[in-house]
């Protein structure tokens, strides 16, 4: 510095000169002994020294403390890599169940309007029966009245045949007769013959 010493232009040259001196073999009191330093320089060297190792163990404590941070990080970013899988099976399996789903609802769906379709076409079907039942019913009550009128004109006939055979011989009376009961056994039988056509035609 001033009056030519031959001083350091900094303490941190200082303490570079005097840790490689000491780098180089030269213990402390060798050092010290080479050059001249006053009370001062050598505070300044001090203060640089604890400086420099103080950020020393920061930088440590900063690098381990990073390092730390690191390793939780791969570890979250693992977990997430992890749950981003599981997450697209599950994706992928409720996918599937899904387009079952459809399938099955689709399925329901057409089973469905085959049944409502069939249902509609009984009851149109049944609609008709009763539309043809109700008109058999008409005709049976139809044929029973003729029935009913033709045995009333038989049994008229039957007795006026019965009156009008007294009169005349034994045989002809037979006879007459027998032509009303034939009458009505006729008609009889063409109103149950009739009858057993509108049952029939009920059981088809």
């Given at each position: 510095?001033e009056?030519?010493?031959?001083?350091?232009?900094?303490?941190?040259?200082?303490?570079?000169?005097?840790?490689?001196?000491?780098?180089?073999?030269?213990?402390?009191?060798?050092?010290?002994?080479?050059k001249?330093?006053?009370?001062?320089?050598?505070?300044?060297?001090r203060?640089?020294?604890?400086?420099?190792?103080?950020?020393?163990?920061?930088?440590?404590?900063?690098?381990?403390?990073?390092?730390?941070?690191?390793?939780?990080?791969?570890?979250?970013?693992?977990?997430?890599?992890?749950?981003?899988?599981?997450?697209?099976?599950?994706?992928?399996?409720?996918?599937?169940?899904?387009?079952?789903?459809?399938?099955?609802?689709?399925?329901?769906?057409?089973?469905?309007?085959?049944?409502?379709?069939?249902?509609?076409?009984?009851?149109?079907?049944?609609?008709?029966?009763d539309?043809?039942?109700?008109?058999?019913?008409?005709?049976?009550?139809?044929?029973?009245?003729?029935?009913?009128?033709?045995?009333?004109?038989?049994?008229?006939?039957?007795?006026?045949d019965?009156?009008?055979?007294?009169?005349?011989?034994?045989?002809?009376?037979?006879?007459?007769?027998?032509?009303?009961?034939?009458v009505?056994?006729?008609?009889?039988?063409?109103?149950?013959?009739?009858?057993?056509?509108?049952?029939?035609?009920?059981?088809?």
């Amino acid at each position: 510095m001033e009056n030519g010493d031959e001083m350091f232009a900094s303490p941190t040259a200082a303490a570079a000169e005097f840790e490689q001196a000491l780098t180089n073999g030269g213990g402390a009191g060798e050092v010290y002994s080479t050059k001249s330093y006053n009370p001062a320089e050598i505070d300044a060297l001090r203060e640089t020294k604890r400086d420099l190792e103080e950020k020393l163990a920061a930088t440590s404590h900063e690098n381990r403390f990073l390092a730390a941070e690191a390793f939780r990080l791969e570890g979250v970013v693992c977990q997430a890599m992890e749950d981003i899988a599981t997450s697209e099976h599950a994706a992928a399996a409720s996918e599937d169940e899904a387009a079952t789903l459809r399938a099955e609802v689709k399925r329901l769906k057409g089973l469905l309007a085959a049944e409502k379709s069939d249902h509609e076409t009984e009851l149109r079907k049944s609609a008709e029966l009763d539309t043809e039942l109700q008109g058999l019913q008409k005709e049976v009550v139809i044929l029973e009245e003729e029935l009913n009128a033709l045995k009333a004109s038989a049994a008229a006939t039957s007795k006026k045949d019965t009156a009008a055979s007294l009169a005349v011989q034994p045989k002809e009376a037979e006879v007459a007769a027998s032509h009303g009961l034939m009458v009505a056994t006729a008609a009889g039988a063409a109103a149950t013959a009739a009858i057993v056509i509108v049952i029939l035609h009920l059981k088809r």
